[in-house]
C-alpha cells in the first residue's frame, strides 16, 4: 500500500477498475512507441460495429514537466501539461481541450501522510470550482468531492466517501449523485494471479438496487483474464494481452443471459450474413 490516504479518485478504484475498466463492446488497441529522446507516442482504436474510433497521444517529458498532446478523429486536441511536485507533494495540472474555449482547467493536487487535496478551477468568467479532501491514513480514510457552479450559484455535486484498507483488502463506502446513491464496494486478492470484486448499489429516488460481481485472473505476465456478471443478467468478459511494451490488445464482449435465446438468433442471422 502506498503512504498516506490518496485522493478522493482512489477511494473505491481498485473495486471500479476490475468491474468496470477496459469492457468494450467491440475490439479494442493501443499501441505505444518510444523515440530515442524518450517521446511516447501512443495511438488507440476502437471499433463499434461499423464505425471505427482513433486517436494519437503523444508524451514528452522534461524533468519535472510532462505535456500529453491527444487528437481524436473529431478533430478535437486535449492538452495536458503536469508539473510534477514544484514543492514538495504538490503537483499542478494545466489542461484545456480545441476548439472548446470553456475546457481550460488548472487543477492543484497535495498529497501529504495523513492528508489528500485536489482542487480545480475552469479558466473562464464564471468557473466551475471543484474541491475533494481527503482524512487518514493508508488504511482508513474519510473524504469528499464538491463542484460549485460560480454562474449559477448552484453546488453542481457533493460527494462523500470512507475507506478501509489491508495488505490483500480494499472496502469502500460511497454516497454520490447529490446524495441520491449509494454505493459500497469490495476488492480482494485471493492469490498473488488472481482477485475478486464487487458492487452493490442503491438509489433512493428510484429504490433500485444494483448488484456486480467479477474476477481477474493473470495467465501469464503479459495476458489478463477479466469477467463480470450483474443483476440484470449482464455477463461480460475480455482478455487483454500485452504484446509489446504498454502495447495492448484487448477483445471484449458481453451477454445478456435473460434473453440469451434472441441473442443466439441474431448472432446466427448476422454469420449468415453475406
Do not use: C
Not at 481541450?97 to 487543477?107: A, M, N, T, Y
Amino acid at each position: 500500500m502506498g503512504k498516506g490516504p490518496g485522493l478522493y479518485t482512489e477511494i473505491g478504484k481498485k473495486a471500479r477498475d476490475l468491474l468496470y475498466k477496459d469492457y468494450q463492446s467491440d475490439q479494442k488497441f493501443t499501441i505505444t512507441t518510444y523515440s530515442p529522446t524518450g517521446v511516447a507516442i501512443t495511438s488507440s482504436g476502437l471499433k463499434k460495429g461499423d464505425l471505427f474510433l482513433a486517436d494519437v497521444n503523444t508524451q514528452l517529458k522534461n524533468k519535472n514537466v510532462t505535456t500529453d498532446i491527444k487528437v481524436d478523429t473529431s478533430s478535437n486536441l486535449f492538452t495536458t501539461i503536469t508539473i510534477d511536485e514544484p514543492a514538495p507533494g504538490l503537483k499542478t495540472i494545466f489542461s484545456f481541450k480545441v476548439p472548446d474555449q470553456r475546457s481550460g482547467k488548472v487543477e492543484l493536487q497535495y498529497l501529504h501522510d495523513y492528508a489528500g487535496i485536489s482542487t480545480s478551477v475552469g479558466l473562464t468568467a464564471n468557473p466551475i470550482v471543484n474541491f475533494s479532501g481527503v482524512i487518514g491514513s493508508n488504511v482508513v480514510s474519510l473524504g469528499t468531492d464538491v463542484s460549485f457552479d460560480s454562474k449559477t450559484g448552484n453546488f453542481t455535486k457533493y460527494n462523500a466517501g470512507l475507506s478501509f484498507s489491508n495488505a490483500d483488502l480494499i472496502a469502500s463506502l460511497t454516497l454520490n449523485n447529490k446524495g441520491d446513491s449509494l454505493a459500497a464496494s469490495y476488492y480482494h486478492i485471493v492469490s498473488p494471479l488472481t482477485a475478486v470484486g464487487a458492487e452493490v448499489t442503491h438509489s433512493f429516488s428510484t429504490n433500485e438496487n444494483t448488484i456486480t460481481v467479477g474476477t481477474q485472473h493473470t495467465l501469464d505476465p503479459l495476458t489478463t483474464l477479466k469477467a463480470r456478471v450483474n443483476n440484470a443478467g449482464k455477463a461480460s468478459a475480455l482478455i487483454q494481452h500485452e504484446w509489446r511494451p504498454k502495447s495492448l490488445f484487448t477483445i471484449s464482449g458481453e451477454v445478456d443471459t435473460k434473453a440469451i435465446e434472441k441473442s443466439a438468433k441474431v448472432g446466427l442471422a448476422l454469420a449468415l450474413k453475406p
